[in-house]
């Protein structure tokens, strides 16, 4: 029965060349979630984005724009020629297939084409006398109505609808330039990379693990994050980097209660490394204040000082229970609960340092033959690019 989807889109507060890079790049990313279905043309209308389904089936369609960001909100719609008995007909449609038949109603009428004949008030008024003509049970309710027709009449014709959908908000994923995160197979930088990508960014992740040390199933599961974070944007690049060698290194040479804040050293000095011919500009991760021990605010000092490039951290100032409502919500929470051990926490250090001064931890890498390591780990690079999953999450076990 709808044959359109219309889209909108914009915060409140993009203006000039900002607005016009993002109805670009919305454009771009609304095509890409579509391109499953032959049939469907997109194209620009002013200020709104038209889905044209051309048959394609509206709830998956839905389904599928639900997750762009930068969408405020999308509206099933059906479209009338430019005539009055038209716009009446539809709006006798649109009433008759409602899930639920209401019990009150109105109208409501934009008239955005102002070469149409009927001004706004005498359209609303007609098709409301219309509508109550037709069904003899219906009241009109102005002000809490079970029912609302919208009546947006413009160029390309008048388009009805009753429901508004809200959208994943945010901005289009691409707006905001490229970025590289790092992705643990845990709760927090998943939800992280989620937030990065509301925000715009483009988000390559890198997941360091220890073949043999952790298993082929760890990887697996960072790949089903990854995957189930592609839904939301679209096939995302996942680089696995061995930090075999690095901790093998780490835990003959360092201090015991220091390993993970010098781990975490070398994750972003690989990440540097990478960056430079990735173009990305900016590490993005899952830490949040206070959670662990690295993640104090002499730890996060002590690591951010090997990099030049500035350290986003989405989730850096929430609780616990909220990264946890997040993580349900994207999708990512029950893969992430699932048991398989991380590189740093098979090396964790029993009682780490959590207020470590720079100079402290500088001495205590003395003995690391830091370039050497990271030219081992980037020759370990294996890149795969991750496809948003159709089906519902595996079960790894
Ligand atoms: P998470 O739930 O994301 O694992 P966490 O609270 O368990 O976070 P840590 O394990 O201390 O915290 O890791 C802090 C951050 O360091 C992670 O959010 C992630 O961004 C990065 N990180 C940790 N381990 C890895 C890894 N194996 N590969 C890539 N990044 C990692
Ligand atoms: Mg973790």
Redesign the pocket.
């Known amino acids: 029965m709808f044959d359109h989807i219309l889209v909108r889109y914009g915060e409140i507060n993009t203006k000039g060349q900002n607005r016009s890079q993002l109805e670009q790049m919305l454009m771009r990313n609304v095509q890409q979630a579509v391109r499953h279905w032959d049939s469907i043309r997109v194209r620009r209308i002013s200020n709104r984005i038209l889905v044209k389904l051309n048959g394609a089936p509206v709830d998956a369609v839905l389904e599928a724009l639900v997750k762009v960001f930068g969408i405020s909100s999308l509206s099933p719609v059906m479209v009338a020629p430019l005539d009055v008995d038209a716009i009446v007909a539809v709006a006798n449609q649109l009433l008759d297939r409602m899930a639920v038949a209401p019990r009150t109603f109105k109208v409501e009428v934009r008239r955005g084409n102002k070469r149409f004949p009927m001004d706004s008030p005498t359209l609303t008024r007609h098709v409301g006398a219309a509508l109550l003509a037709s069904h003899p049970s219906l009241t009109v309710d102005v002000h809490q109505p079970e029912a609302t027709v919208q009546i947006d009449v413009r160029d390309e014709g008048a388009f009805l609808y009753a429901e508004k959908i809200p959208g994943a908000a945010g901005l289009p994923v691409g707006m905001s330039g490229r970025v590289c995160?790092?992705?643990?197979?845990?709760?927090?930088?998943?939800v992280?990379v989620w937030k990065a990508m509301k925000r715009g960014l483009k988000v390559d992740l890198?997941?360091?693990?220890s073949f043999p040390f952790t298993s082929e199933r760890a990887q697996r599961k960072v790949e089903e994050l990854t995957s189930t974070l592609a839904s939301w944007s679209t096939d995302l690049n996942l680089h696995l980097v061995s930090l075999t060698q690095t901790q093998a290194a780490i835990q003959k040479s360092c201090p015991e209660q220091l390993r993970?804040i010098i781990l975490?050293r070398m994750?972003f000095r690989i990440c540097e490394a990478m960056a430079r011919t990735k173009g990305w500009l900016a590490l993005?991760?899952?830490?949040?204040l206070g959670?662990?021990a690295?993640?104090t605010l002499e730890g996060i000092f002590a690591v951010d000082s090997v990099t030049s490039l500035s350290v986003l951290r989405p989730v850096g100032m929430e609780d616990k229970q909220d990264i946890i409502d997040a993580a349900r919500h994207i999708g990512t929470f029950e893969t992430?609960i699932q048991p398989y051990d991380?590189?740093?926490?098979l090396f964790a250090p029993k009682r780490p340092k959590t207020h470590p001064s720079l100079a402290e931890v500088v001495r205590g890498e003395d003995k690391l033959d830091v370039e050497q390591l990271i030219e081992t780990a980037l020759q370990s690079v294996e890149t795969k690019k991750v496809a948003a999953r159709t089906e519902s999450p595996m079960q790894l076990t």
Not at 181 to 190: E, M, R, T, W
Not at 342 to 345: E, G, I, K, P, V
């Open positions: 995160a790092l992705l643990s197979g845990g709760i927090d930088s998943p992280a890198v997941h360091f693990h993970t975490r994750m993005v991760t899952g830490d949040s959670q662990v690295s993640q992430s991380d590189c740093c926490s």
